[in-house]
């Protein structure tokens, strides 16, 4: 097994002295041993756990050593093995996935008698807000594997000083104990390799660089920053989204296509997120807060009969009703069927139904996978007999798909499959 304490091993020569594919394969070897360590940090930065990451270092090395005439630039080589590693990851991460989906139980309607149970035990089956959120993982899993493709371009030893002393969290002194040097020389060997890392995010890595906002740039004058979400409606350009704090300590989360605004005048998200006990300060855990606050909402007031409490004013007894979006009289998305209520004190408000559906772990899931989807028109349909609404998304790159129907009128989830 690989741990940490691999990373101790010596590091290749300089891959700017073997550039011919003949000097790469009398080196393999070698660097094939120093790449363990990385690969393994890289594995559990995906959230392999330790048995499955030895697996996925195996199985990178095989595909690398199969595919070395692929490589076109061997200074490369290094990062070339981390894509290789990380498609490694998405493919056992899929299929675990896609082997817990199918071994689930099934979702059994709940009896309207069981309301009380109903709100305490979820109608649709709803993840704690306060528990670790998924796609926060994944951009913290996101960020690890870009400061470590980040990594692979400084050179060995400056690349060693950053993970014993960041990565690692080793005190200093043993960090320079083990790199041969005082601490005054660690000191100034890490001032260097942060100035190194910023101008490897500032060029080669810019653009992924600025969608974690570690970099400034990428804001219009009005605020609006490119997020890594793609719009989950055209399926041509990716969301641009605004964060502002509001007075009453809410924070408006809003999401844009640029193409589809031009088109329909319409936000795809504008919302008001709760951070008074879990701030977030990036857009795919904000719009997970979000659509979870909508659908507890909206789910709430099912059980209640379609009596909605106003979440503004807290105003009782406004009616929810659910309408095609030629009903509406506000720019809305065409082909979509809508939540509506109109509250007295606070004016019309609209949301998609398909909130039920993102309540699913199965929709979280599959977004983890594939995160260019397009989420086809809402459709009312017959399934077993029974008036339905069919949601489903599908992957832009591939055939990968998620149908969910549920039920017309209590939007019970009656079945989920994925393809």
């Not at 949301?351 to 009312?380: Q, T």
Request: glycine fraction near 4%; aromatic fraction near 8%; hydrophobic fraction near 40%.
């Amino acid at each position: 097994m690989h741990s940490m304490q691999d990373s101790a091993r010596l590091a290749p020569r300089e891959l700017h002295d073997a550039p011919a594919q003949g000097q790469l394969r009398e080196a393999l070897d070698e660097l094939f041993a120093a790449a363990q360590p990385r690969l393994y940090r890289l594995a559990q930065a995906r959230g392999m756990a330790p048995d499955i990451s030895d697996d996925v270092i195996q199985e990178t090395l095989i595909e690398a050593w199969r595919s070395l005439d692929q490589l076109r630039d061997a200074t490369r080589f290094d990062a070339w093995l981390d894509g290789i590693c990380r498609n490694v990851c998405r493919r056992h991460d899929r299929e675990s996935r896609q082997q817990a989906l199918y071994q689930a139980p099934p979702v059994h309607k709940l009896e309207s008698s069981h309301a009380e149970e109903a709100s305490a035990d979820s109608l649709f089956q709803m993840a704690d807000p306060q528990a670790l959120d998924p796609l926060e993982a994944l951009t913290r899993q996101d960020l690890l594997a870009l400061l470590d493709r980040a990594l692979s371009y400084l050179p060995p030893q400056t690349r060693r000083a950053l993970e014993y002393c960041y990565l690692a969290e080793m005190p200093q002194q043993e960090a320079a104990a083990r790199l041969g040097i005082s601490g005054n020389a660690l000191g100034v060997r890490l001032h260097r390799a942060r100035r190194q890392l910023e101008e490897v995010l500032s060029t080669q890595l810019r653009v992924e660089a600025e969608e974690f906002g570690l970099l400034p740039g990428g804001v219009d004058n009005a605020g609006w920053r490119e997020t890594r979400m793609w719009c989950n409606y055209c399926g041509h350009h990716r969301l641009r989204g605004k964060m502002e704090p509001q007075p009453d300590g809410y924070l408006r989360v809003r999401l844009r296509c640029t193409a589809c605004w031009s088109r329909y005048g319409v936000d795809h998200l504008d919302a008001h997120v709760d951070t008074a006990k879990t701030p977030v300060s990036s857009f795919l855990p904000a719009c997970k807060r979000a659509i979870h606050s909508l659908g507890e909402l909206h789910a709430t007031a099912i059980a209640n009969g379609y009596v909605l409490t106003c979440p503004k004013c807290q105003r009782e007894s406004t009616r929810l009703r659910i309408v095609r979006a030629d009903e509406l009289p506000r720019a809305t998305f065409s082909d979509l069927i809508y939540f509506t209520y109109d509250c007295p004190a606070c004016g019309p408000s609209m949301s998609s139904i398909s909130v039920v559906f993102w309540l699913l772990p199965a929709a979280w899931r599959f977004v983890a996978e594939h995160p260019h989807y397009l989420l086809e028109p809402d459709v009312c349909v017959e399934y077993v007999g029974q008036p339905t609404f069919r949601f489903r998304m599908t992957d832009a790159s591939s055939s990968a798909r998620l149908t969910t129907f549920a039920h017309a009128e209590t939007l019970d989830i009656l079945a989920t499959f994925q393809e």
